[in-house]
């Protein structure tokens, strides 16, 4: 059974960092893209969460959405099959519930980050 189980949510104010991790089992992680999706507030559905970031499964290539391109950094620790997103200089619109997603369809439960004074 696979599960992915986010961490590191919270409140933070606007410029403020945080880190979140996103622990995998029941799949062999080393072999898996992965990516982190977030969904704003008011959004309901699951297809409405919009992808942040993303890497490969070797880690060597990243991907990441023009809103957070310079602030956010992706990585990823394949002998902890841990998921990573630093987040720095984080802006109000920043706020959401964070996801991390492997294909085909495995999602965590999520994590919310607010940012706000």
């Known amino acids: 059974q696979v599960q992915l189980v986010e961490t590191g949510g919270g409140l933070v104010q606007p410029g403020g960092s945080l880190r979140l991790s996103c622990a995998a089992s029941g799949l062999t992680f080393s072999r898996y893209a992965m990516s982190w999706y977030r969904q704003a507030p008011g959004a309901e559905r699951e297809e409405e969460r919009g992808l942040v970031a993303s890497i490969t499964s070797t880690g060597t290539s990243t991907n990441y959405a023009d809103s957070v391109k310079g602030r956010f950094t992706i990585s990823r620790d394949n002998a902890k099959n841990i998921l990573y997103l630093q987040m720095d200089s984080l802006k109000p619109e920043d706020t959401a519930v964070y996801f991390c997603?492997?294909?085909?369809?495995?999602w965590g439960q999520g994590t919310q980050v607010t940012v706000s004074s």
């Open positions: 997603f492997a294909l085909p369809n495995y």
